[in-house]
């Protein structure tokens, strides 16, 4: 779950003056809005909706249906202010500035005498009692004769609503109201409360402290007011993770505490320590506040998954492209997720009825992806092919120079396809660009064959930054991709043993598990370490290494095309060994042996 403070408050933008203003305005508005609609004087853009409206009314005079639909646009239009607040960021809600007559009720941070005493400014360790204070309130008693509920109604807009402060006190009669709405009298009296007088309202202080104030309340007394406050943080089980900018780090601890305080089934509070680029995607992380425990249990889209979270790769961003994939595949299809992570395309899609072959190459994904697929009684078993093959490759950040693998693929095989496997790739498309453009000739670059009339879709997935996007590119593969004889770039490279590239592939293939501990260490120690490390591998004779792992391909490849052949009618010469009969088990002892 995103969790997002809500928005920042007019009052940043406008002077206590104004808000002042603002306010009587507000409350004499709305009372009237109780009363009487017809004062109330429409905003510039309600007047050009109505007039269009009476317009189309004019025109379509006795249709009932478009009297429906404005009238549902009316609602929406009036509404729509409202939910800005609730839609845009900080940035956005400061362009728009939202009348205050819009709005249900006061704000407490508005209030000067509401917010948290400014001592707290700058505080770097929680300290709860900092933060009480004695605060002068009105309030209405309501005489015994009246109906207590009734007067409640009407000063609902104008209760004292704070966290964990109950304004309305039916054992006393007494409705404790917001200071910024009311007072004086004059402030109640267009709500025209039969029975009640000047003399049922009254003042009194109260005691208010750090549980009266939300996180996002509490974080803005505290925190820096001239830099950007804590903007968004993720939620995965009990462990909720935040990515601070450098200048909120000295109040870590703090903001640790605030949230595990504040956040119901929060339990541990981490910081991520660095971007996600080692090779299992997972990331290091600092613990601020609470357990260090990060086994989690989390549902997505009703399926329940299990993980070590400082372990694997999770992001609650991707639910509901998790979702839109599986709800692509049918029953008779068939699934090779090929980064699989700890399931979350695999699991729904196998709950389906699909066969599903998933990969993945962290040992701590594969475990938890074994485990959930028996929390979600996901039973392994053999089915005969029938639909289509999808593939889903999401590894955003190399997974489209994995595409040059499909090409040509079956080239050197005799077989007919009848239903063309299905791409899901995932890529980062960076650039001011369209997007779906970039991702269009990443994939084109990639296979070095253009999409045509095989692209399916290219869907929006989830904004990483400013003019970065996380993009999924769908689409069938082809004869001219499987069966293509062109030699790709990137072989010929491999090819040249002493090019920089082939090189680079052989490190990072000895090196996977060493680069997954490199991460936790931050980014500039892992520089230092990365020299390190390169500087041993070249000691190491990759060459012999590499011809080992060669041999052992070439092996597994005669065994696994003699299978084939035996179906086939015209059998080809074969490669190197030709063994009648597949040795499965020899198969597997070699794939183990590979380390694959
Ligand atoms: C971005 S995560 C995606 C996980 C999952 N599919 C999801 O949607 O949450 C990528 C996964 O690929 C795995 N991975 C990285 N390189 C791999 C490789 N060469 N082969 C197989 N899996 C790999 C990582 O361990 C990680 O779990």
């Given at each position: 779950m995103k969790v997002r403070p809500p928005p920042a408050e007019e009052t940043q933008w406008r002077t206590t003056a104004e808000v002042a203003a603002m306010e009587h305005h507000h409350r004499s508005r709305s009372f009237k809005n109780q009363t009487s609609t017809k004062n109330t004087k429409p905003s510039c853009h309600v007047k050009v909706l109505r007039r269009f409206f009476k317009k189309q009314l004019q025109k379509y005079r006795n249709c009932f249906l478009t009297i429906l639909v404005t009238a549902k646009f009316l609602i929406h239009a009036s509404y729509l202010p409202m939910r800005i607040p609730n839609l845009f960021t900080n940035k956005f809600s400061r362009l728009f500035s939202i009348p205050s007559r819009w709005r249900h009720y006061f704000r407490?941070?508005?209030?000067?005498?509401?917010?948290?005493?400014?001592?707290?400014?700058?505080?770097?360790?929680?300290?709860?009692?900092?933060f009480n204070k004695q605060v002068k309130v009105p309030y209405l008693k309501v005489p015994a004769e009246l109906n207590f509920n009734t007067v409640c109604l009407a000063v609902k807009k104008l209760l004292l609503k704070m966290e964990r402060y109950k304004p309305v006190r039916t054992e006393e009669a007494k409705i404790i109201l917001h200071p910024a709405g009311v007072k004086s009298w004059d402030d109640l009296k267009e709500l025209k409360l039969d029975g009640l007088g000047s003399d049922c309202l009254g003042w009194q202080e109260i005691q208010i402290g750090f549980d009266n104030w939300r996180y996002d309340e509490i974080f803005r007394a505290v925190l820096p007011e001239d830099k950007e406050g804590l903007s968004a943080f993720s939620k995965v089980g009990h462990v909720i993770?935040?990515?601070?900018?450098?200048h909120l780090l000295p109040y870590k601890g703090l903001i640790g505490e605030?949230?595990?305080?504040?956040?119901?089934t929060c339990r541990t509070v981490v910081n991520k320590l660095?971007?996600?680029?080692?090779?299992?995607?997972?990331?290091?992380?600092?613990?601020?506040?609470?357990?260090?425990?990060?086994?989690?249990?989390?549902?997505?889209?009703?399926?329940?998954?299990?993980?070590?979270?400082?372990?694997?790769?999770?992001?609650?961003?991707?639910?509901?492209?998790h979702e839109k994939v599986a709800k692509m595949l049918r029953k008779e299809d068939v699934l090779l997720d090929i980064y699989?992570?700890?399931?979350?395309?695999?699991?729904?899609?196998?709950?389906?009825?699909?066969?599903?072959?998933a990969n993945d190459l962290n040992p701590e994904s594969y475990k938890a992806l074994v485990n959930n697929c028996k929390k979600n009684k996901v039973e392994s078993r053999k089915d005969d092919f029938k639909g289509t093959v999808n593939i889903t490759m999401n590894l955003p950040a190399l997974a489209v120079e994995h595409l040059e693998?499909?090409?040509?693929?079956?080239?050197?095989?005799?077989?007919?396809?009848?239903?063309?496997?299905?791409?899901?790739?995932?890529?980062?498309?960076?650039?001011?660009e369209d997007k779906k453009d970039i991702a269009r000739q990443m994939v084109k670059e990639n296979m070095g064959i253009e999409l045509g009339e095989n692209l399916k879709e290219i869907a929006f997935v989830r904004n990483v930054s400013p003019n970065k996007d996380m993009m999924r590119v769908s689409f069938y593969l082809t004869n001219e991709i499987l069966f293509?004889?062109?030699?790709?770039?990137?072989?010929?490279?491999?090819?040249?043993?002493?090019?920089?590239?082939?090189?680079?592939?052989?490190?990072?293939?000895?090196?996977?598990?060493?680069?997954?501990?490199?991460?936790?260490?931050?980014?500039?120690?892992?520089?230092?370490k990365a020299k390190e490390v390169s500087t041993k591998l070249k000691k190491i004779n990759v060459n012999a290494k590499r011809e080992k792992a060669d041999k052992n391909f070439q092996d597994l490849h005669a065994q696994i095309v003699s299978k084939k052949q035996n179906n086939k009618p015209a059998p080809k010469p074969l490669p190197a060994k030709n063994k009648a009969q597949p040795?499965?088990?020899?198969?597997?002892?070699d794939l183990d042996k590979m380390q694959m």
């Open positions: 407490n941070m508005d209030c000067p005498d509401l917010r948290p005493p400014a001592a707290v400014r700058g505080m770097t360790v929680l300290e709860r009692e900092a993770h935040l990515n601070l900018k450098d605030v949230i595990k305080d504040k956040i119901a660095d971007t996600i680029d080692n090779t299992y995607r997972n990331f290091a992380m600092e613990l601020l506040a609470g357990e260090e425990d990060y086994q989690v249990s989390v549902k997505e889209n009703g399926t329940v998954y299990e993980f070590d979270f400082s372990k694997v790769y999770w992001n609650p961003r991707l639910s509901t492209e699989a992570g700890v399931g979350p395309f695999s699991i729904p899609v196998a709950k389906k009825g699909c066969t599903v072959l693998h499909f090409v040509g693929l079956l080239s050197d095989e005799t077989v007919t396809i009848v239903h063309f496997p299905l791409v899901h790739v995932y890529c980062f498309a960076k650039g001011i293509s004889k062109r030699e790709l770039k990137r072989d010929r490279e491999v090819e040249d043993e002493h090019s920089p590239k082939r090189q680079c592939l052989d490190q990072s293939a000895q090196n996977g598990q060493e680069e997954h501990k490199k991460s936790s260490a931050g980014k500039k120690n892992n520089t230092k040795n499965t088990k020899q198969m597997e002892a």
